[in-house]
């Protein structure tokens, strides 16, 4: 009997698979979010986003940090924290009368505490989103450089401001905004876009043009400026390489004449403390080669203000006060209103029952300068203390104490580029106000100083102050 097997079943093979089609995607490195907020500033202060970019860059940011298995703080955080918790409380005292000031109405007083309110807690983000980054993911020396190059723009700025006063023109984004936002005139002032603010600072009866590009007002320019020319120095002719040195020395040289044409005292001052700390900080170490090149910025300026006409700016400015017993008023005001509520303040700026000038109330022909001066508006302390009482002003400025007295020791070109730029804050609190960029600015210093205390800890150098 024959048996006969079937052949063995042979599978056959599957048909291949069609060829997928190459996707395209664009992914955006980790620090995208701080790069789009400080080299794309230009764009958003030409959009009229000031006020709204930090808390709208801010949303990536925290998304990130989510990402995060462990979000860590710098140091005296806590007094930070007590701070936002008293611009929230002090949203209750809205409605109350601060003494010697008009009674608030209208709801543009919530809108603009809203505003304040989110910006706070956005610019804390970019803080914690810039410390928590890995030296990988966002390099200190990128986001010195960063800073740097904003302050070029500001120097640019300047030149547009002195040199072409009269550029002005309304943000696109006024034609987009609902009427009903877009008609209250706090939102309404946020889309007119100027590069200079003329003002009647000299004698004569003239305006001069002073330079706000690319900021809201002159008086920020004037500390931005400061506090960004030490990052130029610090990320381009101290750390940079051959050409960015040279880049550095040009816009520093440049910076010169919109610095002296803005007839700001304080960006003066500003400059002088900067000078004598910097002098201070490289004698104490022996770097007399430092101290050569800052005579010699300084030789440059003083021949600079000898063979120009610069110098008689800088004469008739020291000459006219201006502002000065204004600035007296509003302080005196702001101490009032701080002594009849010093815990939680007012929430906001107040305006005070006449003027300066007159009792009259509001602008007219007769008198342009007459109107409701509003304590709180002439320095970020003064505002503390009517805003959000002294116990805000005292952790305000304890956050950033402590942080300068923690970091006193980095003898790196970050450390004492940082500790400068906290002595500036300190210093401009009493003229200007800092919300947004200004405190912007600082709290991404206290950021960079605590990573940089961080890494020079992990590396064992801190004590050698190695150029980190």
Same mark, same amino acid.
């Given at each position: 009997?024959?048996?006969?097997l079937?052949?063995?079943?042979?599978?056959?093979?599957?048909?291949?698979p069609?060829?997928?089609?190459?996707?395209?995607?664009?992914?955006?490195?980790?620090?995208?979010?701080?790069?789009?907020?400080?080299?794309?500033?230009?764009?958003?202060?030409?959009?009229?986003?000031?006020?709204f970019?930090?808390?709208?860059?801010?949303?990536?940011?925290?998304?990130?940090?989510?990402?995060?298995?462990?979000?860590?703080?710098?140091?005296?955080?806590?007094?930070?924290?007590?701070?936002?918790?008293?611009?929230?409380?002090?949203?209750?005292?809205?409605?109350?009368?601060?003494?010697?000031?008009?009674?608030?109405?209208?709801?543009?007083?919530?809108?603009?505490?809203?505003?304040?309110?989110?910006?706070?807690?956005?610019?804390?983000?970019?803080?914690?989103y810039?410390?928590?980054?890995?030296?990988?993911?966002?390099?200190?020396?990128?986001?010195v450089r960063?800073?740097?190059?904003?302050?070029?723009?500001?120097?640019?700025?300047?030149?547009?401001?002195?040199?072409?006063?009269?550029?002005t023109?309304?943000?696109?984004?006024?034609?987009?905004?609902?009427?009903?936002?877009?008609?209250?005139?706090?939102?309404r002032?946020?889309?007119?876009?100027?590069?200079?603010?003329?003002q009647?600072?000299?004698?004569?009866?003239?305006g001069?043009?002073?330079?706000?590009?690319?900021?809201?007002?002159?008086n920020?320019?004037?500390?931005?400026?400061?506090?960004l020319?030490?990052?130029?120095?610090?990320?381009?002719?101290?750390?940079?390489?051959?050409?960015?040195?040279?880049?550095?020395?040009?816009?520093?040289?440049?910076?010169?004449?919109?610095?002296?044409?803005?007839?700001?005292?304080?960006?003066?001052?500003g400059?002088?403390?900067?000078?004598?700390?910097?002098?201070?900080?490289?004698?104490?170490?022996?770097?007399?080669?430092?101290?050569?090149?800052?005579?010699? +910025?300084?030789?440059v !300026?003083?021949?600079? %203000?000898?063979? $120009?006409?610069?110098?008689? &700016?800088? #004469?008739?400015? /020291?000459?006219?006060?201006?502002?000065d017993?204004?600035?007296?008023?509003?302080?005196?005001?702001?101490m009032t209103a701080?002594?009849?509520?010093?815990?939680?303040?007012?929430?906001?700026?107040?305006?005070?029952?006449?003027?300066?000038?007159?009792?009259?109330?509001?602008?007219?022909?007769?008198?342009?300068?007459?109107?409701?001066?509003?304590?709180?508006?002439?320095?970020?302390?003064?505002?503390?203390?009517?805003?959000?009482?002294?116990?805000?002003?005292?952790?305000?400025?304890?956050?950033?104490?402590?942080?300068?007295?923690?970091?006193?020791?980095?003898?790196?070109?970050?450390?004492?580029?940082?500790?400068?730029?906290l002595?500036l804050?300190? +210093?401009?609190?009493? !003229?200007?106000?800092? %919300?947004n960029? $200004?405190?912007a600015y600082? &709290?991404i #210093?206290?950021? /960079?100083?605590?990573?940089?205390?961080?890494?020079?800890?992990?590396?064992?150098?801190?004590?050698?102050g190695?150029?980190?």
């Amino acid at each position: 009997m024959t048996i006969v097997l079937d052949p063995p079943q042979v599978a056959e093979a599957p048909p291949a698979p069609a060829p997928r089609r190459r996707r395209w995607t664009v992914r955006l490195p980790i620090g995208w979010p701080l790069a789009a907020l400080l080299v794309l500033y230009p764009l958003w202060w030409a959009l009229g986003l000031p006020t709204f970019i930090y808390a709208i860059l801010a949303v990536p940011m925290a998304l990130q940090l989510m990402r995060k298995p462990v979000v860590r703080v710098p140091p005296g955080f806590g007094f930070w924290l007590v701070l936002l918790a008293w611009v929230v409380l002090s949203g209750l005292m809205l409605g109350e009368t601060a003494p010697g000031t008009l009674a608030p109405e209208g709801f543009g007083r919530y809108i603009g505490y809203v505003i304040r309110a989110v910006n706070y807690f956005s610019l804390t983000v970019i803080m914690l989103y810039v410390l928590n980054l890995s030296e990988r993911e966002l390099p200190r020396r990128r986001v010195v450089r960063m800073l740097g190059f904003m302050c070029l723009v500001t120097v640019i700025g300047g030149y547009i401001g002195a040199f072409m006063p009269d550029v002005t023109f309304i943000s696109p984004l006024s034609e987009v905004v609902p009427r009903a936002v877009a008609t209250d005139p706090f939102v309404r002032r946020l889309f007119v876009v100027e590069v200079a603010q003329v003002q009647e600072v000299l004698a004569g009866g003239t305006g001069q043009p002073r330079p706000s590009a690319p900021f809201e007002y002159t008086n920020t320019w004037g500390e931005n400026m400061a506090v960004l020319g030490v990052w130029l120095v610090v990320g381009w002719t101290v750390l940079g390489r051959r050409w960015r040195r040279l880049a550095g020395v040009v816009v520093v040289v440049a910076s010169i004449v919109p610095v002296v044409a803005s007839l700001n005292r304080g960006l003066w001052i500003g400059i002088g403390i900067s000078a004598v700390y910097v002098a201070v900080r490289m004698a104490w170490r022996g770097r007399f080669g430092a101290l050569g090149a800052l005579a010699g +910025f300084v030789g440059v !300026l003083v021949v600079l %203000l000898i063979a $120009t006409p610069l110098g008689n &700016l800088v #004469t008739q400015r /020291l000459a006219n006060g201006h502002s000065d017993d204004v600035r007296a008023m509003l302080r005196d005001g702001a101490m009032t209103a701080a002594a009849s509520s010093p815990v939680v303040g007012y929430g906001a700026n107040r305006a005070l029952v006449g003027s300066g000038r007159s009792i009259a109330i509001g602008k007219s022909d007769e008198c342009p300068q007459c109107g409701n001066r509003e304590i709180g508006s002439d320095g970020q302390f003064w505002h503390l203390l009517v805003a959000q009482g002294v116990v805000g002003a005292v952790c305000y400025n304890m956050f950033f104490l402590w942080n300068l007295w923690r970091f006193r020791r980095d003898r790196t070109a970050i450390g004492i580029g940082g500790s400068l730029v906290l002595i500036l804050l300190l +210093f401009f609190q009493f !003229l200007y106000g800092s %919300l947004n960029s $200004t405190l912007a600015y600082g &709290l991404i #210093t206290v950021a /960079l100083m605590t990573r940089n205390d961080w890494q020079l800890r992990r590396i064992g150098k801190h004590r050698r102050g190695l150029p980190v």
